[in-house]
């Protein structure tokens, strides 16, 4: 690398860095690691009739005889319908609450070809714990690791194809809520978490020069009522005082919305679809 070259590593690791110093170094995942979320989880990826399920199973070349890796499955929103699919799925996830309702899924709806690793991506070796190589690999919004360059190599090489990313770009409707709730709730600043300029800039300093998809989303959280919203989003805001929660509840109340007999706050984010064939990629 030449010498005045930008380490796009570097510079995701800073980002992300800022972001979780802002975040009280909690991951962005572990906002999902109880049981009850991971249920939650599940049940959101399933409104608006699954689009966000049915476009990446549209977008991946499924095929009965594909062997596919799924990185950070999470309850299986994609592992559970992908098995129906192909000849195997090996599901890595890290968290108790997600791979717990995973297997659970898995048990009720009789599938057995999934396998389940119970780890970080960022411990799992791909010689030991998986077993490649596999058609496809992805990773749907859950590279939130301290080293994508690592991160990226190692899903290359367990790829005998195709390798998807699903990330996001811009500013979501969450990292909106923080930018406004952060100042009123803790006296600072937010700090986003980093986006797809700079993984595409990892991408190309490491010789993949990937295919890429800009698409808007929306998603939809449904509570039985606003008090079960600020339940469920203090958490995340780390909303932990009465002055706090009030705060998040008079915030959550001009956005929530009546749906029926129940209460949506409905987000929206710009991702991307970031995928190569090992054709294209270093060998």
Request: aromatic share 10%.
């Amino acid at each position: 690398m030449e010498a005045h070259a930008i380490d796009w590593n570097d510079v995701w690791k800073e980002q992300r860095r800022r972001h979780h110093e802002a975040n009280r170094n909690s991951t962005d995942a572990h906002f999902w690691d109880t049981k009850d979320a991971a249920r939650r989880f599940y049940r959101m990826a399933q409104e608006n009739n699954g689009e966000r399920i049915q476009k990446t199973l549209h977008d991946l070349p499924l095929t009965p005889s594909s062997r596919v890796l799924d990185v950070g499955a999470g309850p299986g929103a994609l592992a559970i319908p992908i098995a129906r699919q192909v000849s195997h799925v090996t599901a890595v996830e890290p968290s108790e609450g997600m791979w717990s309702v995973l297997e659970e899924k898995i048990e009720e709806e009789r599938i057995d070809n999934i396998n389940v690793v119970r780890k970080r991506w960022e411990d799992v070796s791909v010689a030991e714990d998986l077993s490649p190589p596999y058609d496809i690999v992805f990773a749907s919004y859950s590279l939130d690791l301290p080293d994508i360059r690592t991160a990226v190599r190692n899903l290359d090489e367990a790829s005998s194809r195709y390798v998807y990313i699903y990330w996001f770009a811009g500013e979501t409707s969450w990292d909106a809520m923080s930018r406004e709730l952060w100042p009123l709730l803790h006296g600072s600043s937010f700090v986003p978490s980093p986006k797809c300029d700079i993984l595409y800039n990892v991408l190309y300093s490491m010789g993949i020069h990937p295919n890429m998809e800009v698409f808007p989303f929306r998603h939809i959280n449904r509570f039985a009522d606003l008090a079960e919203a600020v339940d469920h989003f203090a958490p995340r805001y780390f909303a932990e005082t009465a002055g706090q929660k009030e705060i998040l509840r008079e915030y959550l109340s001009r956005y929530a919305e009546p749906d029926g007999d129940t209460t949506i706050v409905p987000g929206h984010s710009t991702r991307v679809k970031v995928w190569w064939e090992k054709a294209d990629s270093p060998a």
